[in-house]
């Protein structure tokens, strides 16, 4: 049976017993309690178990694809060494949500293993917790388990999501793999290649409290998964994971990039394998829409493809490797994960990119480990945390990749150091960062709890000023300033990327002028505010926002929803919203992309925004569900949270986005769309700015009469003005070209007399007033000259002292640098032909010309 057939043989089991068959979720859950990636089958569906929402089917069955790298399963540096470990696979599950439970769940599983899928009967184990006696019955009385191959666990046996909530005891189902791969005595007293996990049969049948007590569910829940690639093994009837038809092809890519054997040495196959493990993970990470970051699912990404290339590199491989590897993961999972297929050019230029980016620093940063070592090995310790720090903050090592790697070596690594000094970095961030607070956080709660939330009533220009009442007032941090609370308000809090509102506060006794509105709690909106006059807690008041500065902020902000669908449309689905800040002056966007867009892209998007905007659409708000939201198409962010119910907007034929901000009515009142500027702000991340309505008209009449000025000095039509650009350019570069040719000619004519001072073969010469640069291409065309073996110049410019030494490869021009580099108070290097160094203290030049020569007619 192959990988499909075995996808197809389960889902269908379980479909003709009622199961709604459920697409694979993403790889990047969305649930606050979910883990970093969808780690199993039953992630999609914790809003359910929870009992947060109603589920659409009783019953379910899937097959999820799913990566574990982080936390209790960190699968990570198992892989390759055991034939059963992955940072990516599949996992078959079916799922009742409060349907059946525990009598239904063993026979099928029984049925689909034996009938269905042919196992032997005789070599399933099955293990149940040491306290469920009902499992145990089931196993022996319905299904003719023997009682010695069920054997009772301990906590390995008993499932929860938390400290508290939902949870239960669990079956697992296990294969005998044969006397030859282990010990006798089951899984709980055997060897572990041998007694192979295929299945785990999950009971949720209890809701843990607080104080620790168990109490059941009014209604159980079953919640099972099973190893796709394992019971694949059995299947095909290969020796291991390895050898399956979902495995093995990567590793034959592998192979051919190496020039190695699988089969041929233990540590080579170790790293073959991991090389296809890591191609499905990256691959399937990146056309889920993760890209390599220094945070977040970012960073485990970026992990994951370092380790790959450092793999490759320590097999000998110099050429590119993740691109080739990600094409072959295509071939054998992009029919079942057609993102992956449809993706894949993206998928292997972010791979390329982040590969090439890696071996920039790799060599380095290896070279400053194995330092490292020796050091630890002369004195009996470890890797400093410093150390470690400097491989991850400047080379780009991971601190797990780095441990890894000082395991091999026998050594270990000053975590606490590391992380010391990791928090050292983040605390200065945090200080850079840090805001003074008006009031602190005591105060906002007893105002919350006393007064209640703080509606907001503003979204629409009838309700822009309303009399409200005020219900707290609290000293800001600089005299006259004060931060004002409201029952409720028609000011904007800043939120979702769109500024606060502006505008007045007035009563009887005085005026407050709002400059900014932030939310000093979720539900407590605070006017931060300059009195003139007194206000005080009961008055009433008329709210005021400044309407026309609104107007702009509304019409950025749908701009920027337009601009974000138009980009997904353009350069592909993986583009995320990264941050965004909505002004009334114009929009920035930030979003994920792995390279600079052409210009051709962004007149497309252009296109496709403004042809929205001409539509003039309505706006249109829906509250609803998170997944039926999420069944609509709307677009929501990895990093946000969702409550029950969730504000969508759609913005025209393309946009439906989760968001609370405040929008048009109708696409036309945007008005123009232009991107001003976009750029990179990092790795994988980009940004633009953007303007809309009159700031796109009046940037456009800034332009316009820019070119009609530089039209104007060039004395030229404005049609004509690249024309007449690209002459005087033309000529600047011809300038430019004939003044280095004469550079060039005097350096050649100093060179021929600074030769004829050779002694020994070697010119020491003096030359102030030069650049390192300069001096490095003089020492350069002396050493060209017949008769001279070794040249050494120095000299100081603009308080600079450079040295230069050429020797043509017979000296190492970088050792004497190096030796003579501390005579002028400074460092140096380069390679064995040439070499520069750099120093202030221009008293020591000649010594340092003297010692160069010294040392290179000795040598």
Request: glycine share 12%.
């Amino acid at each position: 049976m192959d990988a499909d057939s075995l996808r197809r043989n389960f889902t269908d089991f379980f479909a003709a017993r009622g199961h709604e068959v459920v697409p694979s979720a993403s790889l990047v859950p969305h649930h606050p309690r979910a883990p970093l990636f969808t780690n199993a089958g039953m992630n999609q569906f914790i809003p359910y178990f929870l009992g947060e929402e109603v589920p659409p089917y009783r019953r379910a069955t899937t097959v999820q694809k799913c990566v574990r790298v982080r936390g209790k399963h960190d699968d990570i540096e198992l892989v390759g060494r055991t034939t059963r470990h992955l940072t990516f696979f599949e996992m078959l599950g079916n799922f009742s949500f409060g349907d059946y439970f525990k009598a239904e769940t063993i026979g099928w599983a029984w049925e689909l293993l034996t009938d269905v899928l042919g196992l032997d009967g005789d070599r399933l184990w099955a293990s149940v917790h040491v306290d469920d006696d009902e499992a145990a019955g089931i196993w022996h009385e319905a299904i003719g388990l023997p009682a010695e191959r069920i054997q009772r666990m301990g906590e390995d046996n008993f499932w929860e999501m938390g400290e508290t909530g939902p949870c239960g005891p669990c079956s697992e189902i296990y294969l005998d793999r044969g006397p030859e791969l282990g010990e006798p005595g089951g899984p709980l007293h055997g060897g572990e290649e041998r007694y192979v996990e295929l299945w785990n049969l999950v009971f949720t049948q209890y809701d843990r409290q607080p104080d620790g007590s168990l109490e059941p569910l009014p209604r159980p829940n079953i919640d099972t998964g099973a190893g796709f690639e394992r019971m694949l093994t059995v299947l095909e009837g290969v020796p291991s994971i390895w050898e399956t038809s979902v495995l093995r092809p990567i590793i034959a890519t592998g192979e051919r990039l190496s020039g190695r054997t699988y089969g041929e040495d233990g540590e080579v196959d170790v790293s073959l394998r991991v090389l296809a493990d890591h191609a499905r993970s990256t691959s399937m990470l990146i056309a889920d829409g993760v890209l390599p970051s220094n945070d977040g699912r970012g960073y485990v990404l970026r992990r994951l493809i370092r380790r790959a290339v450092l793999t490759a590199r320590r097999l000998g491989v110099e050429d590119l490797v993740t691109p080739a590897l990600a094409a072959s993961a295509a071939e054998v999972l992009g029919g079942t994960y057609r993102a992956l297929h449809d993706d894949l050019d993206l998928v292997r230029d972010v791979l390329e990119r982040e590969e090439r980016a890696f071996d920039r620093t790799l060599r380095t940063g290896l070279s400053l480990l194995d330092e490292a070592f020796a050091d630890a090995r002369a004195g009996g310790g470890e890797v400093p945390g410093a150390v470690a720090f400097r491989l991850h903050d400047t080379h780009g090592f991971p601190i797990e990749l780095t441990e890894e790697l000082a395991r091999e070596a026998g050594i270990e690594v000053d975590r606490a150091g590391f992380e010391a000094a990791m928090e050292g970095q983040r605390a200065r961030a945090r200080q850079a960062a840090r805001a003074s607070a008006a009031a602190d956080e005591d105060a906002y709660r007893r105002l919350l709890d006393t007064e209640g939330p703080s509606a907001f009533v503003g979204r629409t220009p009838e309700h822009y000023a309303v009399p409200a009442t005020v219900v707290g007032v609290l000293a800001g941090a600089e005299p006259g300033t004060a931060e004002v609370f409201l029952d409720h308000t028609p000011f904007y809090a800043e939120g979702g990327g769109q500024v606060g509102d502006t505008g007045a506060i007035v009563t009887e006794t005085g005026r407050a002028d709002v400059y900014d509105t932030v939310a000093a709690l979720p539900g407590l909106t605070a006017h931060r505010v300059r009195l003139q006059g007194e206000l005080f807690a009961g008055q009433d008041a008329l709210a005021t926002i400044d309407g026309a500065r609104r107007e702009s902020i509304r019409r950025n902000h749908t701009g920027t929803h337009l601009l974000h669908a138009a980009l997904r449309a353009v350069l592909g689905d993986h583009v995320r919203q990264q941050g965004s800040h909505v002004g009334p002056d114009r929009l920035r966007f930030d979003f994920s992309h792995h390279r600079a867009p052409a210009p051709e892209e962004l007149s497309a998007v252009l296109e496709m925004t403004n042809g929205d905007v001409l539509t003039d659409d309505p706006v249109e708000t829906i509250e609803t569900s998170r997944d039926e939201a999420e069944r609509m198409g709307a677009v929501a962010f990895f990093e946000e949270k969702y409550g029950d119910v969730v504000r969508v907007v759609r913005a025209g034929p393309h946009s439906l986005e989760f968001c609370g901000g405040t929008h048009v009515h109708a696409l036309g009142m945007i008005g123009p769309i232009d991107i001003v500027s976009e750029g990179s702000i990092g790795s994988n991340t980009r940004r633009l700015f953007a303007t809309t309505g009159l700031a796109t008209v009046s940037e456009a009449t800034r332009r316009a009469n820019l070119v009609h000025e530089a039209s104007s000095l060039l004395k030229v039509e404005p049609d004509e003005l690249l024309d007449a650009l690209q002459r005087l350019l033309d000529r600047q570069r011809a300038s430019e070209k004939e003044l280095a040719r004469l550079r060039q000619s005097a350096v050649e004519g100093e060179a021929v007399a600074l030769a004829q001072t050779a002694e020994g073969g070697v010119v020491t010469a003096r030359r102030d007033g030069r650049t390192a640069d300069e001096l490095r291409g003089l020492a350069l065309a002396v050493r060209r000259r017949d008769g001279v073996r070794a040249v050494v110049l120095g000299g100081q410019a603009d308080g600079k002292v450079a040295i230069a030494v050429a020797t043509g490869g017979e000296a190492d021009a970088a050792a004497v640098v190096r030796q003579i580099a501390p005579l002028v108070g400074g460092g140096g290097g380069g390679s064995p032909e040439v070499a520069v160094a750099g120093g202030r203290d221009a008293a020591g030049i000649d010594q340092a010309l003297a010692e160069g020569r010294r040392l290179l007619v000795a040598g």
